[in-house]
Protein backbone atom coordinates (compact mmCIF):
# COMPACT_ATOMS: atom_id res chain seq x y z
CA UNK A 1 0.00 0.00 0.00
CA UNK A 2 1.20 3.56 -0.87
CA UNK A 3 1.27 5.26 2.51
CA UNK A 4 1.69 8.83 1.07
CA UNK A 5 -0.88 8.81 -1.07
CA UNK A 6 -3.50 7.44 1.41
CA UNK A 7 -3.13 9.98 3.66
CA UNK A 8 -2.78 12.87 1.16
CA UNK A 9 -6.20 11.26 -0.21
CA UNK A 10 -7.15 10.95 3.67
CA UNK A 11 -6.51 14.77 3.90
CA UNK A 12 -8.40 15.61 0.43
CA UNK A 13 -11.01 13.74 1.60
CA UNK A 14 -11.18 15.82 5.02
CA UNK A 15 -10.50 19.12 2.93
CA UNK A 16 -13.53 18.08 0.78
CA UNK A 17 -15.83 17.81 3.98
CA UNK A 18 -14.53 20.65 5.88
CA UNK A 19 -14.51 22.96 2.60
CA UNK A 20 -17.85 21.96 1.60
CA UNK A 21 -19.72 22.74 5.07
CA UNK A 22 -18.03 26.06 5.12
CA UNK A 23 -19.24 26.83 1.89
CA UNK A 24 -15.48 26.78 -0.33
CA UNK A 25 -16.77 25.24 -3.09
CA UNK A 26 -13.92 26.67 -5.59
CA UNK A 27 -11.56 24.64 -3.24
CA UNK A 28 -14.03 21.34 -3.45
CA UNK A 29 -14.30 21.36 -7.25
CA UNK A 30 -10.32 21.69 -7.65
CA UNK A 31 -10.21 18.58 -5.07
CA UNK A 32 -12.72 16.80 -7.00
CA UNK A 33 -10.77 17.26 -9.99
CA UNK A 34 -7.44 16.17 -8.64
CA UNK A 35 -8.85 13.20 -7.18
CA UNK A 36 -10.22 12.04 -10.18
CA UNK A 37 -7.62 13.29 -12.53
CA UNK A 38 -5.05 10.64 -10.53
CA UNK A 39 -6.94 7.64 -10.65
CA UNK A 40 -7.54 8.35 -14.50
CA UNK A 41 -3.87 9.00 -15.06
CA UNK A 42 -3.33 5.65 -12.93
CA UNK A 43 -5.47 3.71 -14.79
CA UNK A 44 -4.36 4.69 -17.81
CA UNK A 45 -1.20 4.73 -17.44
CA UNK A 46 -1.94 0.79 -16.07
CA UNK A 47 -4.24 -0.09 -19.08
CA UNK A 48 -1.72 0.88 -21.45
CA UNK A 49 2.13 0.61 -20.63
CA UNK A 50 3.07 2.80 -23.70
CA UNK A 51 0.72 5.55 -22.74
CA UNK A 52 3.10 8.77 -22.22
CA UNK A 53 0.41 10.93 -19.70
CA UNK A 54 1.84 12.82 -16.86
CA UNK A 55 0.30 14.45 -13.82
CA UNK A 56 0.93 17.73 -16.29
CA UNK A 57 -1.77 15.80 -19.11
CA UNK A 58 -4.65 18.24 -19.26
CA UNK A 59 -7.88 16.75 -17.35
CA UNK A 60 -9.52 16.78 -20.79
CA UNK A 61 -7.37 14.38 -22.43
CA UNK A 62 -6.86 11.83 -19.48
CA UNK A 63 -10.85 11.84 -19.53
CA UNK A 64 -11.02 11.03 -23.06
CA UNK A 65 -8.21 8.12 -23.17
CA UNK A 66 -9.90 6.46 -20.07
CA UNK A 67 -12.81 6.29 -21.73
CA UNK A 68 -11.29 5.04 -25.00
CA UNK A 69 -9.54 2.27 -22.77
CA UNK A 70 -12.15 1.28 -20.27
CA UNK A 71 -14.93 1.20 -23.54
CA UNK A 72 -17.77 -0.73 -22.39
CA UNK A 73 -16.40 -0.90 -18.74
CA UNK A 74 -17.60 2.22 -17.50
CA UNK A 75 -21.11 1.92 -15.21
CA UNK A 76 -23.94 4.09 -15.45
CA UNK A 77 -23.69 7.59 -13.45
CA UNK A 78 -27.18 9.31 -13.76
CA UNK A 79 -28.47 9.58 -17.36
CA UNK A 80 -24.80 8.47 -19.10
CA UNK A 81 -21.80 6.40 -18.11
CA UNK A 82 -19.26 7.60 -16.27
CA UNK A 83 -16.98 8.45 -18.66
CA UNK A 84 -19.60 10.88 -20.13
CA UNK A 85 -20.80 12.25 -16.35
CA UNK A 86 -17.14 13.14 -15.81
CA UNK A 87 -16.46 14.71 -19.06
CA UNK A 88 -19.40 16.93 -18.52
CA UNK A 89 -18.63 18.21 -14.87
CA UNK A 90 -15.34 19.20 -16.56
CA UNK A 91 -17.22 21.56 -18.48
CA UNK A 92 -19.05 22.68 -15.57
CA UNK A 93 -16.20 22.56 -13.85
CA UNK A 94 -14.02 24.74 -16.07
CA UNK A 95 -17.41 27.45 -16.06
CA UNK A 96 -17.30 27.53 -12.20
CA UNK A 97 -13.56 28.11 -12.08
CA UNK A 98 -13.34 30.59 -14.47
CA UNK A 99 -16.75 32.37 -14.28
CA UNK A 100 -16.48 34.23 -10.93
CA UNK A 101 -14.84 37.24 -12.00
CA UNK A 102 -14.07 36.69 -15.58
CA UNK A 103 -16.20 38.32 -18.58
CA UNK A 104 -15.40 39.42 -22.25
CA UNK A 105 -14.67 42.92 -21.98
CA UNK A 106 -17.31 45.07 -21.21
CA UNK A 107 -19.89 42.57 -20.12
CA UNK A 108 -20.74 42.03 -16.40
CA UNK A 109 -20.32 38.69 -14.96
CA UNK A 110 -22.58 36.22 -13.45
CA UNK A 111 -24.53 37.48 -10.41
CA UNK A 112 -22.86 35.97 -7.69
CA UNK A 113 -25.18 34.15 -5.20
CA UNK A 114 -26.98 32.34 -8.30
CA UNK A 115 -23.36 31.48 -9.22
CA UNK A 116 -22.50 30.25 -5.70
CA UNK A 117 -25.28 28.36 -5.66
CA UNK A 118 -23.94 26.83 -9.02
CA UNK A 119 -20.69 25.91 -7.52
CA UNK A 120 -22.09 24.02 -4.31
CA UNK A 121 -24.23 22.07 -6.93
CA UNK A 122 -20.41 21.41 -9.14
CA UNK A 123 -18.86 20.93 -5.81
CA UNK A 124 -21.54 18.37 -4.41
CA UNK A 125 -21.48 16.56 -8.41
CA UNK A 126 -17.51 16.59 -8.52
CA UNK A 127 -17.46 15.07 -4.59
CA UNK A 128 -20.22 12.57 -6.03
CA UNK A 129 -17.97 11.43 -9.23
CA UNK A 130 -14.77 11.77 -7.70
CA UNK A 131 -16.30 8.96 -5.24
CA UNK A 132 -17.27 6.80 -8.11
CA UNK A 133 -14.52 7.01 -10.10
CA UNK A 134 -12.19 6.52 -7.36
CA UNK A 135 -14.60 3.12 -6.50
CA UNK A 136 -14.07 2.12 -9.82
CA UNK A 137 -10.60 2.51 -9.96
CA UNK A 138 -10.43 0.03 -6.98
CA UNK A 139 -12.12 -2.66 -8.64
CA UNK A 140 -10.28 -2.44 -11.63
CA UNK A 141 -7.52 -2.74 -9.68
CA UNK A 142 -8.78 -5.72 -7.32
CA UNK A 143 -9.77 -7.30 -11.08
CA UNK A 144 -6.53 -6.62 -12.58
CA UNK A 145 -4.52 -8.13 -9.35
CA UNK A 146 -6.95 -11.72 -9.49
CA UNK A 147 -6.07 -12.08 -13.05
CA UNK A 148 -2.65 -12.09 -12.53
CA UNK A 149 -2.72 -14.12 -9.32
CA UNK A 150 -4.07 -16.73 -11.69
CA UNK A 151 -1.63 -16.12 -14.40
CA UNK A 152 1.18 -16.10 -11.78
CA UNK A 153 -0.49 -19.59 -9.77
CA UNK A 154 -1.13 -20.89 -13.53
CA UNK A 155 2.77 -20.58 -14.63
CA UNK A 156 3.95 -22.07 -11.31
CA UNK A 157 1.86 -25.06 -11.32
CA UNK A 158 2.72 -25.66 -14.91
CA UNK A 159 6.82 -24.89 -14.18
CA UNK A 160 6.47 -27.73 -11.30
CA UNK A 161 4.22 -30.18 -13.63
CA UNK A 162 7.16 -29.69 -15.89
CA UNK A 163 9.86 -30.47 -13.13
CA UNK A 164 7.89 -33.43 -11.94
CA UNK A 165 9.44 -37.19 -13.09
Same mark, same amino acid.
Given at each position: ????????????????????????????????????????????????????????????? $?? %?????????? /???? &?????? +? =???????????????????????????????????????????????????????? $?? %?????????? /???? &?????? +? =??
Amino acid at each position: MNTAKYLSYAEAWRRIKDATSQGFYFEVVTLCESIISDRLLSYVRGADSTNKATVLTPFST $LI %AQWRKLASGK /LPVH &GNSDLG +A =AVDAWRLERNAIIHGLTKSEPGTPTAQVQPFIARAEQAAKTGAALARAVSSWHRRQ $LR %AHRAVKKRLT /LRSS &GTAQKR +A =AP
